[in-house]
């Protein structure tokens, strides 16, 4: 967890040296936004482990398709990688490529969902909910709702 | 190899002469020399037991690895090598390679790797294993991924047929060994999670040719049943059994299918199997029984008519599949010999029915951290459903609490062995709980056709004992319906057992150590470390008249998935993290074949 709140400030920071840099402001800015877009769903009370909303039950619910390969808590098995870092590797446009259109890894096959909308129409939330995953912003496993 | 020949041109012209169609000639002679490991079980009925003794609980501490075989394919290593008369016959995962090894010297006489489209693996729900391969009349035969299945000449592994199963693209796949009975091979289906129909086929052992298939679910002919011959628990299952218990058309992709390992009596002419759960997993959209998803079935094995069905879990609300294997034993139940049918469900019940009849004889926890049920009804069969963790009651979008067992179930497919020395069954298990909420999902033909999330911890968060371990290796009694002795283990057990006269009982674990317990004590005799995480089944076989023990390494399965579960641990209040670390830390991906003996 320490490492990963060490790996967020170092992101954080970085980002504020190419803010000043007049470099892509907008652009970091928007993939940042992106990659953060979960922090609008994701509650968390001292001494307590963090609730989420319906939008993000949805994105988990999308990942059930994903924990047979990715396992039930987005850390890999034996065959799939860990999502958890995965996720610190690509932006959300490949993200989606590669959901929907499959990818031959190392060891694995990942299949194409395109045709899925159980998956599909989710895209967005189960993209936040392993951004969410990935930040160490939420454990795996099942989630309270706090909008309920 | 003469010999061999002789053997079959023998059979075959006794055959022919007295047209009697006897169980398989070849496999029974087979199975009838126990220095071979002829069958998935060792036998027709399952029992993974063998009368060899020369490895005994007195000498067992010494065992040395004798020699290894890298199979070059990583992934989930299932099932175990087949032995005939000096040849060993292994397999993988996909690809489903199949490797003839000479015993004597190790070379390979020759390798089979089909051609699969990979486009094949996707489909596969929980890893891409297959469970081995079945020997008879000169052929191996192979149960491909893809769904084909195969049949090749055992000398030189030349392809004699092959004959298309299923379609992948509909989310069929195939993972079990078949098995061989009199001139039919018989094979099942998998695909529960893609909403594919199980069924049982048999084809004919000479050309491939389809002999009947007969469905899980729906109309009467086609799962071949007859309301009023067909029985459960004595009873006639009535017109239309399956047909009523579904609502609408939801039985075409209702599940039920049939993946795991098949028995055989041939007194009774029955061959015995299970089916798996019915889909969805959101239980709300598929109200009644869902028959005859999560049953027994015992059907004629030169007709496929069912004589009896058992479902054990009416209307799964857990995906507690019921493809475990059919241990065929004769034991003293209630006081009288019985023939019995003992069966290991994931469900957490041990059952024990007459084979025969498919009177329900004892139904008892053999995992006492079972809570979803409070017992089974012994008149109607029925398991008394605890409100609480029922996942329909509770509804969808409710997550439903701490039910034990998990999905895996209490025990997954990974055989139980037998020993009619001890009159004990000694049981592979999983001691695992989990969490469970299930949704609306849409049904796309191919696709994954899931409706619920999951999570998996030990059952000690439910139970409160303070244990975080993930399975047991147990001895059953089967009469009483008790355990009698117990083993804790790190993980889940995902190997196949083995029992011997010797009175040593072998498994594996998935850290990868091949242990030999005492049969009556259960005292830990021997462990060594293999190369990799053991999901296979152990075995034994003579060459030379000198005993060896047999098993694959190669962590994979859902296991491999499985063992993910609960590893933030500090949320769940055990405190106990070192339990759940990743496999990862103990053991890596590798398929390899280690042999075990006694020094020269």
Not at chain 1, 74 to 99: C, H, N, W, Y
Request: charged share 20%; proline share 4%.
């Amino acid at each position: 967890m320490i490492d990963k709140e060490k790996a967020l400030l170092v992101r954080i920071f970085s980002s504020l040296i190419f803010l000043t840099s007049f470099v892509f402001t907008s652009a970091i800015h928007a993939d940042e936004a992106e990659k953060t877009a979960y922090k609008d769903h994701v509650k968390c009370a001292e001494g307590e482990p963090c609730k989420i909303d319906l939008y993000l039950t949805r994105g988990y619910r999308a990942f059930s398709q994903c924990q047979v390969c990715h396992g039930l808590d987005a850390t890999g098995s034996s065959f799939a990688p860990s999502l958890t870092d995965k996720m610190q590797e690509i932006d959300k446009a490949l993200f989606i490529d590669r959901v929907e259109n499959g990818f031959k890894g190392q060891i694995g096959v990942m299949p194409p969902w395109k045709e899925n909308p159980n998956v599909m129409k989710y895209i967005d939330q189960l993209y936040d909910y392993l951004m969410a995953r990935s930040d160490g912003a939420i454990p795996g496993g099942k989630l309270k709702r706090y909008d309920r | 190899m003469k010999h061999h020949l002789l053997r079959i041109l023998v059979a075959s012209c006794f055959a022919l002469l007295s047209g009697i169609a006897s169980a398989n000639d070849s496999v029974k002679s087979a199975m009838s020399n126990s220095g071979n490991w002829a069958i998935w079980g060792g036998d027709y009925a399952g029992t993974r037991y063998s009368e060899l003794d020369q490895i005994n609980a007195s000498n067992v501490k010494d065992l040395q690895v004798a020699w290894t075989f890298s199979t070059g394919v990583l992934r989930g290593h299932e099932g175990g090598p087949v032995v005939i008369d000096g040849t060993m016959f292994i397999h993988t995962p996909f690809p489903n390679k199949v490797f003839s090894i000479n015993i004597e010297d190790q070379t390979i006489n020759w390798v089979y790797e089909p051609k699969q489209d990979p486009d094949t693996i996707p489909v596969m729900c929980c890893d891409t294993v297959s469970r081995g391969v079945a020997y008879a009349d000169g052929k191996i035969f192979l149960q491909q991924a893809d769904t084909n299945l195969v049949a090749l000449d055992a000398n030189t592994g030349k392809k004699i047929w092959s004959v298309k199963n299923g379609d992948p693209k509909q989310g069929s796949t195939n993972t079990n060994a078949p098995i061989v009975i009199k001139d039919k091979v018989f094979t099942g289906i998998s695909g529960g999670e893609f909403g594919v129909r199980g069924f049982l086929a048999a084809y004919n052992t000479s050309d491939g040719s389809l002999a009947w298939k007969c469905y899980s679910t729906g109309p009467d002919g086609e799962m071949c049943v007859d309301g009023e011959k067909t029985t459960e628990l004595l009873k006639p299952i009535g017109a239309d059994s399956s047909l009523n218990t579904w609502e609408g058309d939801q039985w075409k992709i209702g599940g039920g299918t049939t993946w795991g390992w098949y028995s055989y009596d041939e007194e009774t002419n029955l061959v015995y199997y299970g089916t798996g759960n019915p889909s969805t997993w959101n239980p709300v959209v598929r109200p009644g029984d869902n028959k005859w998803s999560m049953t027994i079935f015992a059907r004629d094995a030169d007709t496929g008519m069912a004589k009896w069905v058992y479902q054990m879990t009416p209307h799964d609300e857990w995906d507690y599949d019921g493809v475990n294997e059919m241990i065929l034993a004769d034991i003293e139940v209630g006081g009288e010999m019985r023939k019995t049918l003992v069966h290991f469900d994931r469900n957490g019940f041990g059952y024990t029915l007459d084979r025969v009849t498919g009177e329900l004889l004892v139904a008892e926890k053999y995992d006492p951290a079972v809570n979803w049920a409070t017992h089974v009804d012994m008149e109607t069969g029925r398991p008394q459903v605890v409100a609480k963790y029922s996942t329909d009651q509770n509804g969808e979008d409710v997550n439903t609490e701490n039910v034990c067992p998990a999905a895996l179930g209490s025990k997954d497919q990974q055989p139980a062995a037998f020993s009619p020395k001890t009159g004990l069954f000694y049981v592979p298990t999983n001691h695992v709980c989990m969490d469970y909420e299930p949704f609306q999902v849409e049904y796309v033909a191919g696709q994954p056709y899931v409706g619920a999330t999951l999570s998996m911890f030990p059952a000690g968060k439910v139970t409160g004992d303070g244990t975080d371990h993930l399975g047991n290796f147990i001895a059953w009694d089967a009469d009483k319906g008790e355990i009698k002795w117990s083993i804790p283990e790190k993980f889940s057990v995902w190997s196949g057992a083995l029992a011997t006269a010797g009175d040593v009982v072998f498994y594996g674990t998935l850290d990868g150590h091949l242990k030999a317990v005492d049969a009556s004590s259960g005292e830990q005799l021997y462990s060594f470390k293999t190369p990799s995480g053991i999901i296979g089944n152990v075995n034994t076989y003579t060459h030379d008249g000198k005993q060896y023990v047999a098993v694959l390494s190669g962590v994979g399965g859902w296991a491999g998935i499985g063992m993910a579960a609960g590893l933030e641990g500090d949320t769940d209040g055990l405190g106990a993290v070192g339990a759940y670390k990743q496999l990862g830390k103990y053991t890596q991906l590798g398929g390899v074949l280690s042999v075990f003996a006694l020094p020269d």
